[in-house]
Nanobody, 122 residues
Framework: QVHLVESGGGSVQPGGSLRLSCTAS????????MAWFRQAPGKEREFVGA?????????YNVDSVKGRFTISRDHATNTVYLQMGNLKPEDTAVYYC??????????????WGQGTQVTVYS
């Protein structure tokens, strides 16, 4: 059983930056991709971006994050990062990392972290 643990959330002013981390542990990690999703109160879970675990290819929800967010990974520590810049109030949400087959659909991912809160306040 793979466990995903996120960290790095917090509160920041508009224009600020945060880096989220997600570390996988337990069992044999064989997922194709790791992704970040977010969910704001009263809204559906939204795809933020994903990274292919072996080759590092990334994809993003361009409409939402448009060059402001970057995903990277560290094989040595089984960790994926979400670097967020130029944060806006509409980025406020609980951010989840997930591991699975890849793509932008939440049902393609088998494992989920507990979520970390990001608040952008003006």
């Amino acid at each position: 059983q793979v466990h995903l643990v996120e960290s790095g959330g917090g509160s920041v002013q508009p224009g600020g930056s945060l880096r989220l981390s997600c570390t996988a542990s337990g069992g044999t990690f064989s997922s194709v991709a790791m992704a970040w999703f977010r969910q704001a109160p009263g809204k559906e879970r939204e795809f933020v971006g994903a990274i292919n675990w072996s080759v590092g290819y990334t994809s993003y929800n361009v409409d939402s994050v448009k060059g402001r967010f970057t995903i990277s990974r560290d094989h040595a520590t089984n960790t994926v990062y979400l670097q967020m810049g130029n944060l806006k109030p509409e980025d406020t949400a609980v951010y989840y990392c997930a591991a699975g087959d890849g793509g932008a659909s939440w049902y393609s991912y088998d494992y989920w972290g507990q979520g970390t809160q990001v608040t952008v306040y003006s």
